[in-house]
């Protein structure tokens, strides 16, 4: 193997460690976090299927953004569905061996690409156009973007220009990581960007706003049932110390006889 393919070898283990591990604390950090109040936005179902429902169209459909601002929902739409399909036809790399005729089917998701990159672009340029969005943008939003424009665009380059990648030797290097049979790897520059950006973005998925990928199914203002009047909201937590004080008194009131 030469030194470079070794060096993105293992840049991907440590992204994919720190990603796992990151995003796995998080999310047992939103299990265990306390929620003492009943909080649902309206309008909230009354029961847990349809919060479940709820929590469905919300996130295929963006339905609370369509409501709020329906040009911040083309756009977000535009990149999560088309971020997707990418995804999905990105899988023919990691799968070893000949690949299942399915993957034909999948063939025109590289399209998906254009408007992920329009999605992307019209987010971008809603934060730096709009002052009340600007003022609360952090450096790290336009960076964000930016990485995830740039991996759109390289990748792009790879598919529909004359610079093209080695298929062969992508295939072999991804399917490779996964059953630990290591092999080269293209060193075209747009390439080389396109998989360090991707690595990059896996290393700082947990410490980053990408965190509401899983964060959404934990919101308290969408996951609850809307039945603050009809039964008493008590966190684990809460029933915990009430169960304990209930013991300590029975015991209290025991020793008392």
Known sequence: MSTISIIFTALFYISLFIFIVGVGRKIHQFWTTPVPLKIPTAPTPLTQTGVVFKMIREV??????????????????????????????????????????????????????????????????????VERIRYISAPSDYLMLLMLIIIGVSGMIMTFTSNHTDIVMVKNFASGLIVFNWSDLPT????????FLVFVLLAIFPISKLLHVPGIFFSPTLNQVDNARSKRHISSWALKQEKEQVTKLEQTIGKDD
């Open 188 to 195: 075209e520059v747009h390439f080389l960007v396109h998989l």
């Open 60 to 129: 295929t459909l963006f339905e609370s953004l369509f409501r709020s601002n329906k040009w911040i929902w083309l756009f977000g739409f535009l990149f999560h569905f088309g971020l997707l399909l990418v995804l999905v036809r990105h899988l023919r790399y990691f799968i070893p061996g000949d690949l299942p005729e399915v993957f034909l089917l999948i063939q025109p998701f590289k399209y998906a690409a254009f408007a992920m990159v329009i999605g992307l672009s019209g987010l971008l340029i809603r934060r730096i156009a």
